[in-house]
């Protein structure tokens, strides 16, 4: 009796706690998110009402080899960020994570890149593949020519082969401070007095981590890895903070860049580019769902 | 080897470490205010020059003085990112609190569903949105789209405090219970000061993000003295470029605001770690 | 400090809420004119707009800003809403587009009943809003394409400067004796001129048009492209490239586009009026203008137009068209010209000290103007985004060497032919 009325008070308060969401879910989200499924199914320029052409869009977007080369990009961009951010990004809250001298001049630096507005940050990265005067470059050339070996080396941002993991590079190095702020508050979480038993009873700093320190920051790992995944699927700004605006081999066009120009480039087609919309979802929710699933085998809650 | 040795040689080893990256991750921030302080000759020149030949201070003052209104601008921005986060900060809090350690039905659906919502990307979904602002909702030419909005949750900050919240201790809140505290009295004296690192890392990228927010602004607002400073610095560029130094200059001052917050943010950093006693 | 950190809070928050009370509304506006520009500009635009007020008494504009990167996104977006401006800027090249929805109100008749003579303007621009015997807005700008060239490197080289009436072979000679390896370190890192495929307006169609290729025939239905004239002019440009070796290659300064010019290291680059402003930053160098080199053929340059349009769905057209010829009328005419963003539709005022002003560079500034009666205007047809894309991919490959551009445009023929096919097909629908 008295547990069910107790469970009831907590079912309201639950509701109550989470009606602001809900309104806002309702009230902002919902309904845009409604109307964009609607625009798949038609053939819509903004300018005019939308016209329903059922499948039409859907059609097109499987027969579109712009749209899976587009696909194809993002998934190298997916596979490129994501691991090798997160793994750099908790390498760094590690060390970010002791008491050491200057840490928080360190903690800020960063965190700089983060902050940098994205015009400052193209500029600077374009200059750093240029061909001939570019910092990796002459840096390549130099360790190249000490090893003996002659190599005419590209210009990173517009070969067609190394455009897209130019950017891939680019973004690792914007992203990371994010996710170290991220796993830093994570590992706030982590009791000192469990690693420094652990220490006593004579574990190697390898055992601390893999023992203590990696299940205790599982859940911040695990939001790591699912909000990269999200952002990652919707790339958008990188490509065009190194401007290769004029990207005819389409090497760094992802789904999200073609969305863009779909809609908003040339005469719109919001319908088609809603279609590619509602794909991409689904795509980035099947993902999500399937690292939900795995969650349990890995992420640890007391 | 001696544990004290070793542990001095390890932080010796990390310190190298961040030592050297912080000059790969510092380095386009010197090279942000070198180009702020020269002429827009000097800033195409090529090879680049590392630090100006005449440091151009002139920069600065235009950007305070010009048609810009660089002043008005920051308070605009203030505002809208300071609401923005505020609003973010309660309703994410509230829900997330709720996601991860009260019981209702349709829990765990209401958190797929939010998670979802991150997943349409806002290049369409911007449209709809843009209409129900301004025909529905009437406020074309506010700042009330840029802030509102937040009072009532996004998915990403749900899903980050959701995630702390799961790493409280389960008998911190029966202890609670047993005192007679109601969900509120938990949430409000127990999961909220505990949350502190989650709390102001999702503050600080709130804050971040509404700071430099570009298209929200560049949408809704059509007179340039309600712009925020990030996106008001945009009518800099022109149609062709334009002056770098003087947009550098402003992209200066704009960070500046937040990296003073991050800087501030650290210092609940430092508190959570003290505060892990009460745990485990 | 805990309770410190929480009074900074909520007392910000109040002041963040305190400020959210103050914000003044916008206020009613009779008027709604959507353009982009700089803070400068638009200021000045709200400047000369007091005039327009102050005749036409109780009516107030609002000037509604929106940057370049974002404008025509904006555009959309309030057009999307049913709650566009009245009046706003744009070019010829999303005509058709627009006209396609209805989207802007024909000018010719208000255009007649105002007994306004539209020979006082350019006619380059006045034509590309020409359309089915409708005018679709009233010009404001009329920039054409020139050389400009750094005149210190010419005199340091010892190279003559370009005359009025020079050939593709005395550019060609010029730029050679230009293209300089200064360090010794084996690269060039001063360079003749700079070709690029990206833009038809300033840096490929008049040397197409100047070898007597044309991209389109038929009135804009059928594609050119593939012709001997065609393949002519813009090998001149490839081979600049890769057998004369005067400009740069695609991977290297190409890159820096503009930024090379300014930076010294360019001796020519083709560039619009409109980059004026731009270019009177530069102080280390003399620089000047000269007309486009004299091809086997001809010698035009291009031409282009911004106007001023009337949506459809405006309440007050009337006024509207008051606003519109207003923006091309004397004062905001002189104002354009100074400001050295473009050459103003309005032929009295383009060639009036305003936009001539000698005290200010380039000294042969006339060029800009007295290239605009034998200029050439780009072939804006339905469809002309998506060709244009096709056509630039297409060159891409010639540029980078990848192909020859005889192949790149055979390639590029039929792309063109189907895309122009589509949208004519749709147009004809209408």
């Known amino acids: 009796m008295k547990t069910s009325r107790l469970a009831r008070a907590e079912m309201l308060w639950g509701y109550l706690f989470t009606a602001p969401a809900i309104v806002g879910l309702v009230l902002f989200t919902a309904g845009p998110i409604v109307a964009v499924v609607r625009y798949s199914f038609c053939e819509y320029n903004m300018l005019r009402p939308p016209e329903w052409t059922g499948f039409a869009n859907y059609e097109r977007l499987w027969a579109d080899p712009l749209f899976w080369k587009a696909l194809r990009n993002t998934l190298i961009y997916v596979a490129g960020t994501v691991p090798l951010g997160i793994a750099l990004a908790l390498a760094f809250a590690l060390l970010l994570d002791r008491s050491l001298r200057g840490i928080k001049l360190f903690r800020t630096i960063f965190f700089l890149p983060v902050v940098s507005p994205v015009v400052a940050v193209g500029l600077i990265w374009s200059w750093i593949y240029q061909r001939d005067t570019g910092l990796l470059n002459l840096a390549l050339g130099k360790m190249l020519g000490a090893a003996g070996i002659e190599a005419t080396l590209p210009a990173w941002t517009v070969?067609?082969?190394?455009?897209?993991?130019?950017?891939?590079?680019?973004?690792?190095?914007?992203?990371?401070?994010?996710?170290?702020?991220?796993?830093?508050?994570?590992?706030?979480?982590?009791?000192?007095?469990?690693?420094?038993?652990?220490?006593?009873?004579?574990?190697?700093?390898?055992?601390?981590?893999?023992?203590?320190?990696?299940?205790?920051?599982?859940?911040?790992?695990?939001?790591?890895?699912?909000?990269?995944?999200?952002?990652?699927?919707?790339v958008f700004e990188p490509a065009y903070m190194l401007r290769v605006a004029e990207d005819y081999n389409f090497s760094v066009h992802t789904v999200v860049w073609h969305i863009y120009e779909t809609a908003f480039i040339g005469r719109s087609q919001m319908g088609y580019a809603s279609a590619m919309g509602v794909v991409l979802a689904l795509i980035i929710f099947a993902l999500t769902a399937v690292q939900l699933a795995v969650q349990r085998r890995w992420v640890h809650f007391r | 080897m001696n544990p004290r040795v070793r542990r001095r040689l390890s932080d010796a080893a990390a310190w190298s470490v961040l030592a050297v990256s912080s000059v790969a991750m510092a380095a386009p921030f010197l090279w942000m205010l070198a180009t702020s302080l020269k002429t827009p000759e000097e800033a195409a020149a090529v090879p680049p020059t590392l630090w100006p030949r005449e440091p151009q201070w002139e920069n600065f003052r235009v950007l305070f003085t010009s048609e810009l209104h660089a002043g008005r601008m920051f308070l605009n921005s203030f505002q809208v990112a300071w609401l923005a986060t505020a609003g973010t900060l309660l309703s994410c809090s509230m829900a997330a609190f709720a996601l991860a350690r009260l019981r209702f039905p349709g829990r765990n659906l209401l958190f797929v569903v939010f998670l979802a919502t991150l997943m349409i990307p806002w290049q369409v979904t911007w449209i709809p949105v843009y209409v129900l602002m301004t025909r529905g909702l009437g406020w074309k030419d506010t700042l009330l789209p840029l802030w509102v909005p937040a009072l009532f949750g996004n998915g990403f900050g749900i899903f980050l405090l959701r995630q702390f919240f799961l790493g409280l201790p389960?008998?911190?809140?029966?202890?609670?219970?047993?005192?007679?505290?109601?969900?509120?009295?938990?949430?409000?004296?127990?999961?909220?000061?505990?949350?502190?690192?989650?709390?102001?890392?999702?503050?600080?990228?709130?804050?971040?993000?509404?700071?430099?927010?570009?298209?929200?602004?560049?949408?809704?607002?059509?007179?340039?003295?309600?712009?925020?400073?990030?996106?008001?610095?945009?009518?800099?560029?022109?149609?062709?470029?334009?002056?770098?130094?003087?947009?550098?200059?402003?992209?200066l001052i704009a960070t500046v605001p937040v990296v003073a917050l991050y800087l501030l943010a650290q210092e609940a950093f430092v508190k959570g770690i003290t505060m892990t006693g009460l745990k485990g | 400090m805990e309770t410190l950190g929480r009074l900074a809070f909520v007392a910000l928050t109040v002041l963040a809420l305190a400020l959210a009370l103050m914000q003044s509304s916008s206020g009613e506006a009779s008027l709604r004119y959507m353009r982009w520009g700089t803070p400068g500009e638009l200021a000045a635009q709200r400047e000369l707009l007091r005039e327009f007020e102050a005749a036409h008494p109780g009516v107030r504009v609002r000037v509604e800003v929106a940057s370049w990167a974002e404008y025509w996104t904006k555009l959309y977006g309030s057009l999307a809403?049913?709650?566009?401006?009245?009046?706003?800027?744009?070019?010829?090249?999303?005509?058709?587009?627009?006209l396609l929805d209805g989207v802007l109100t024909d000018l010719a008749p208000l255009v007649a009943s105002s007994e306004l003579d539209l020979g006082l303007y350019y006619e380059n621009p006045v034509q590309i809003f020409q359309r089915e015997g409708g005018l679709w807005g009233l010009p404001r700008d009329c920039n054409t394409v020139a050389v400009i060239y750094n005149r210190t490197m010419f005199e340091r080289e010892g190279v003559p400067l370009p005359a009025g009436?020079?050939?593709?072979?005395?550019?060609?000679?010029?730029?050679?004796?230009?293209?300089?390896?200064?360090?010794?370190?084996?690269?060039?890192?001063?360079?003749?001129?700079?070709?690029?495929?990206?833009?038809?307006?300033?840096?490929?169609?008049?040397?197409?048009?100047?070898?007597?290729a044309e991209f389109l025939g038929a009135g804009g239905r059928l594609a050119t492209v593939n012709t001997p004239e065609m393949v002519r002019g813009l090998s001149f440009l490839t081979d600049l490239i890769s057998v004369h070796r005067v400009a740069p290659d695609m991977g290297g300064d190409a890159q820096l586009d503009a930024?090379?010019?300014?930076?010294?290291?360019?001796?020519?680059?083709?560039?619009?009026?409109?980059?004026?402003?731009?270019?009177?930053?530069?102080?280390?160098?003399?620089?000047?203008?000269?007309?486009?080199?004299?091809?086997?053929?001809?010698?035009?340059?291009?031409?282009?137009?911004?106007?001023?349009?009337?949506?459809?769905?405006?309440?007050?057209?009337?006024?509207?068209?008051?606003?519109?010829?207003?923006?091309?009328?004397e004062p905001c005419q002189v104002a354009l010209a100074r400001?050295?963003?473009s050459i103003p539709a309005l032929r009295s005022v383009a060639e009036s000290e305003a936009f001539l002003d000698p005290s200010r560079p380039p000294a042969n500034v006339r060029v800009f103007i007295d290239a605009i009666p034998t200029a050439h205007a780009l072939d804006y047809t339905p469809g002309f985004h998506a060709w244009d894309v096709a056509l630039q991919a297409a060159l891409e490959r010639a540029w980078r060497g990848q192909t020859s551009v005889a192949d790149a445009l055979a390639a590029a023929q039929p792309a063109i032919q189907r895309i122009l096919d589509e949208a004519w097909a749709e147009w004809d629908a209408r």
């Not at chain 2, 993000?209 to 610095?233: H, M, Q, R, V």
């Not at chain 3, 010294?264 to 083709?270: E, F, K, N, Q």
């Not at chain 3, 010698?299 to 068209?321: E, H, R």
């Open chain 2, 170 to 251: 389960k008998d911190l809140e029966n202890a609670a219970v047993i005192d007679g505290c109601t969900p509120l009295g938990i949430y409000w004296r127990i999961a909220l000061p505990l949350a502190k690192p989650a709390l102001v890392t999702l503050g600080v990228f709130t804050f971040l993000w509404s700071w430099n927010d570009l298209l929200g602004p560049l949408i809704y607002l059509t007179s340039l003295e309600k712009f925020p400073l990030t996106a008001g610095l945009t009518f800099l560029q022109g149609q062709h470029g334009g002056n770098w130094p003087l947009q550098m200059a402003g992209a």
């Open chain 3, 339 to 341: 400001g050295g963003t």
């Open chain 3, 165 to 212: 009436d020079w050939t593709w072979d005395g550019f060609l000679a010029a730029a050679q004796r230009l293209t300089r390896d200064i360090d010794g370190d084996g690269r060039t890192d001063q360079w003749g001129y700079l070709t690029f495929y990206n833009s038809q307006e300033t840096r490929f169609a008049a040397w197409a048009w100047n070898a007597g």
């Open chain 3, 259 to 329: 930024q090379l010019f300014l930076s010294g290291r360019l001796a020519m680059i083709t560039e619009g009026s409109w980059r004026l402003r731009e270019f009177r930053t530069i102080s280390q160098f003399e620089w000047d203008v000269a007309p486009m080199p004299r091809g086997p053929v001809r010698q035009v340059t291009s031409v282009n137009g911004l106007a001023n349009v009337i949506w459809s769905g405006s309440d007050n057209p009337a006024l509207a068209w008051e606003l519109v010829r207003f923006l091309s009328s």
């Open chain 3, 81 to 98: 809403a049913n709650d566009a401006p009245d009046v706003f800027l744009m070019g010829g090249d999303r005509l058709h587009e627009f």
């Open chain 1, 159 to 234: 070969n067609e082969h190394t455009a897209i993991w130019a950017v891939v590079l680019m973004a690792i190095w914007k992203g990371l401070g994010y996710n170290i702020v991220i796993l830093l508050a994570g590992l706030q979480e982590v009791p000192r007095d469990l690693a420094e038993a652990a220490e006593i009873d004579g574990a190697g700093p390898w055992q601390r981590f893999r023992h203590v320190t990696l299940p205790m920051l599982s859940p911040t790992l695990f939001f790591v890895a699912v909000i990269a995944t999200i952002g990652g699927f919707q």
